[in-house]
């Protein structure tokens, strides 16, 4: 195959960014990493991708959770009809990198939409177009997401902006944070030596999550001091936004199904965020003693001071340990408990 139309400097480094997408998994490119090389790239495809949810963070997490899996995949991608890389992008390319049958279609037809456009060299956009055109892995990647192809084209050709979910408005901040759109402002070094290489999925660390959460409620609020009120509400907002998005909750860590205890026991309380929010901002809002302890105790207490190589606890304890003392963060579960019993 003879390229129509040579690659720009986005490819180039899209091409580079699929080739760290594999990991140490080897074997021929395929439009997986084609569609996580793109989320590196700058300008509107990777924009498009991000609007809908399809973050660097996101696809990568994905991907990392399948490496290694026999069962990953269903769509085959056509890894037994590789194509040398210069096969397909003519004296851009080289024989020591292949693609996958699907990831060469993808490219050529790249290729194809940019010649259609007059355009001298084919970028991201061709790319995202040609990898959405049939049913390869790049779009069974997008469907683990809980994204369409079509809202990703929707997107790119002027349509709304952000993926339509089920979150209440007040939780866009967390659930942002979660995709890696925006950062925390208070993080440790290493936190944000470890963001600055590949960034954190913070759903796979609930209690480290709920930490840094608090902080943040406790700002958004205007309260200079950061309570156990804030760190409740830093449980629950966590554990609804990670309810949005199982692809990342739902990586596989140890006592897995647990790590969002502390959340779901407050649900089962039938505590949410908007309910706690409201009973800290509302003219008849909950009047709190103040807590025996600084917030950061509690958290320490049951989490530890620093979680670089231990595992997460979970919310579980946090919770647990919430109510073993008249706090705050308890002070409000048994009004706002008392107030739902008696409705």
């Known amino acids: 195959m003879e390229a129509i139309t040579s690659p720009d400097w986005n490819i180039v480094g899209i091409l580079g960014a699929a080739r760290g997408a594999q990991g140490d998994a080897g074997g021929a490119i395929g439009t997986e990493h084609l569609l996580a090389g793109i989320t590196t790239a700058k300008g509107p495809a990777r924009e498009a991708l991000a609007d809908v949810g399809a973050t660097k963070l996101v696809l990568l997490t994905v991907l990392r959770n399948r490496m290694h899996r026999d069962d990953a995949w269903t769509a085959g991608d056509d890894a037994d009809a590789g194509v040398a890389s210069k096969d397909v992008l003519g004296d851009d390319g080289d024989q020591h990198t292949h693609f996958t049958g699907a990831a060469a279609r993808a490219l050529n037809a790249a290729m194809g939409h940019a010649q259609r456009q007059d355009a001298v060299k084919f970028g991201a956009e061709h790319l995202l177009r040609g990898l959405l055109e049939e049913d390869n892995r790049a779009v069974e990647l997008l469907g683990a997401c809980g994204i369409s192809p079509q809202a990703v084209r929707a997107r790119m050709d002027g349509g709304s902006g952000s993926q339509v979910d089920a979150l209440n408005p007040l939780l866009h901040a967390t659930r942002d944070v979660l995709l890696g759109r925006s950062h925390y402002r208070r993080m440790s070094f290493w936190m944000r030596w470890m963001i600055r290489l590949g960034g954190v ?143």
Not at 224 to 230: F, I, L, N, P, Q
Not at 252 to 273: F, H, K, T
Not at 292 to 301: N, S, V
Not at 322 to 339: G, P, S, V
């Open 201 to 343: 999925n913070w759903a796979s660390m609930p209690a480290g999550w709920v930490r840094q959460e608090s902080y943040e409620q406790a700002r958004r609020l205007g309260h200079g001091v950061v309570g156990t009120e804030h760190v409740l509400l830093a449980i629950v907002a966590t554990h609804e936004v990670a309810l949005q998005y199982p692809h990342l909750s739902g990586e596989s860590v140890p006592g897995q199904e647990s790590q969002y205890a502390g959340g779901e026991r407050l649900a089962r309380l039938g505590i949410d965020y908007a309910m706690v929010h409201g009973a800290l901002t509302t003219n008849d809002r909950v009047h709190l003693t103040a807590d025996a302890r600084p917030a950061e105790q509690y958290i320490d207490e049951s989490a530890g001071p620093n979680l670089v190589g231990t595992a997460d606890p979970g919310t579980g304890p946090l919770v647990e340990t919430l109510l073993k003392e008249e706090t705050r963060a308890r002070q409000l579960i048994d009004a706002l408990t008392t107030t739902t019993q008696s409705q």
